[in-house]
């Protein structure tokens, strides 16, 4: 006991800590492939059953930011506690929602609640631990960070196969519950938070009310730009959508920035930003989980729309790589605990990354579901060696009066980073696919001894099989354009996988722009 209060053991807090949010990350992804049969069991369209996931993220991108103001005036702890409560509630609520409307409305609910997780989650580990554990504890996190999302479309086609689209919200409701038990037990706010609340108290409120304003619609154009840009041909759209969308965003994050760098109580505080270590540590979080989204977006497509695997097999080729950034991370661990520069660590985890991305950009139509493993285990594992270490590096030099909401952008720009990565994915793979589709018929014309060659045989092969002549020569033909087609797509796969390598590389220049980052027995993180 101490002060009243009992003390509990900090790998205790952090179990308890970390639940929730792999709770919350897991919800970001797991719906992803059960769209199709949400908009069957609804009675909905497939493009407008999307929604489903743009909701949740612009809600959640909205609460992210300004998760340190609130959790300020409420209390870290009361935040965290209502966050997971009302998370469970809202996931309930999906699972019962009868109409896509609903469901809509219930995944604003969760986006909102559940925004309030990771920021929460991740100050409390900072607070927990000495500074010589911060290795250990950020590795604890990084693992529902990294996990959650490679599991995610997995466990939801194995729920969505076996049982109902249901279930993939209804489950959140045991793990929840036990999540809000544990944190209630052991989640105490440290002395310096209460102080701060009870000055705060005295004051009068001043509620930001333009600068929320401002925000959600920022974050409410980027977030529907980024998942229908596409869909809408971007700048090409005929109806002005993603032009206004692209004019409010813009107009509207000027005004944020502008209003919030000169309110005296701002909702959102930019001021982390002026620390070298946590802006470059912000981008280079923002870069890398697009990588990841993106890849884990490209693979499985490839997987279902080239090879015939259902969501469920496509999510086992995937999943081997959680188990090696486990392992990854727990190395990283024991070597922050040793006192190596983060630096390096995070420079060798982009290495892997790039070269991932490029194994994978080198395959073709002719490989094993094993072929596929090891190229992905690389990059997940890379990204096991990235995420600890720059989690240490990006606050070490973090004041402590703004670690709420350092937390909170850093983790508003990882998530970002994963709808920016999805979008771009599929902006790329479509439009490159057109591209090869027209390079590859350039030399498909009757002067070709090779596509002479190939008519022949496929028509001689196909007239023994139905014994006419016409036919035979139409279906040639049709596989012919068929064939085109695959090679076309699989080209486009494999050209995002180059183009993420290679951002991958660039992001390791950004680490040598880096203060060194070495936690020692005696620092102090975060140091006023």
Not at 57 to 82: C, E
Not at 89 to 109: D, E, H, K, P, Y
Request: aromatic share 10%; with cysteine; hydrophobic share 50%.
């Amino acid at each position: 006991m101490a002060g009243g209060r009992r003390v509990f053991n900090p790998w205790l807090i952090a179990l308890a800590v970390v639940v929730p949010t792999f709770m919350e990350v897991l919800d970001t992804t797991i719906a992803n492939v059960a769209l199709r049969y949400i908009a069957g069991g609804l009675s909905a369209a497939v493009t407008d059953s999307e929604w489903v996931l743009t909701s949740y993220l612009a809600a959640n991108a909205i609460i992210l930011p300004i998760s340190g103001w609130i959790a300020g005036r409420l209390g870290r702890r009361n935040y965290f506690l209502l966050s997971i409560a009302m998370f469970t509630i809202s996931s309930v609520l999906c699972g019962m929602a009868t109409s896509l409307n609903q469901l809509i409305l219930f995944r604003v609910m969760q986006g909102l609640a559940g925004g309030g997780l990771q920021p929460s989650s991740q100050g409390i580990l900072l607070d927990t631990f000495p500074p010589e554990k911060q290795g250990a504890a950020q590795t604890l996190f990084g693992v529902a960070a990294l996990i959650a999302p490679v599991l995610g479309p997995t466990l939801g086609g194995y729920i969505t196969d076996h049982y109902s689209w249901r279930w993939i919200f209804y489950i959140n409701l045991p793990v929840g519950a036990l999540a809000f038990f544990l944190c209630a037990m052991t989640v105490r706010d440290p002395e310096y938070l209460r102080a701060a609340r009870e000055e705060s108290r005295k004051l009068p409120v001043r509620f930001d009310t333009l600068g929320l304003a401002l925000l959600s619609l920022t974050f409410a154009c980027w977030e529907i730009l980024l998942s229908k840009g596409q869909e809408w041909d971007w700048l090409g759209d005929p109806f002005g959508r993603v032009q206004t969308l692209m004019f409010l965003f813009v107009g509207g994050l000027a005004a944020l920035i502008f209003w919030e760098t000169r309110h005296a109580n701002p909702i959102v505080s930019f001021r982390p930003l002026r620390e070298r270590n946590f802006a470059i540590a912000c981008l280079i979080i923002f870069c890398a989980f697009g990588v990841l989204y993106g890849s884990s977006t490209v693979l499985p497509a490839m997987l279902e729309s080239l090879f015939g695997y259902d969501a469920f097999h496509a999510g086992l080729v995937l999943s081997p790589a959680g188990l090696f950034s486990i392992l990854a991370m727990v190395i990283v661990g024991a070597l922050l605990g040793r006192g190596l520069d983060a630096r390096w660590l995070i420079a060798f985890g982009l290495v892997l990354l790039a070269a991932g991305n490029l194994w994978l950009s080198r395959l073709n139509l002719d490989i094993s579901p094993g072929q596929v493993v090891w190229p992905r285990v690389v990059m997940i594992a890379g990204l096991g060696f990235v995420f600890a270490p720059l989690n240490v590096a990006a606050y070490l030099y973090t004041p402590r009066a703004l670690r709420g909401a350092a937390v909170g952008l850093l983790a508003l720009l990882r998530n970002e980073g994963g709808s920016v990565g999805v979008s771009i994915s599929q902006t790329i793979t479509e439009r490159r696919e057109q591209f090869h589709v027209l390079r590859l018929g350039e030399n498909l014309d009757p002067l070709n001894p090779a596509l002479s060659d190939y008519l022949a045989q496929a028509q001689t092969g196909l007239l023994q099989y139905n014994g006419d002549p016409v036919a035979a020569q139409q279906m040639a033909l049709q596989s012919l354009d068929n064939l085109r087609a695959q090679q076309a797509s699989a080209l486009s796969y494999f050209d995002c996988f180059l183009i993420f390598a290679v951002l991958a590389v660039a992001l390791t220049f950004l680490v040598l722009t880096m203060k060194r980052s070495v936690v020692e027995k005696g620092t102090h993180i975060a140091a006023e």
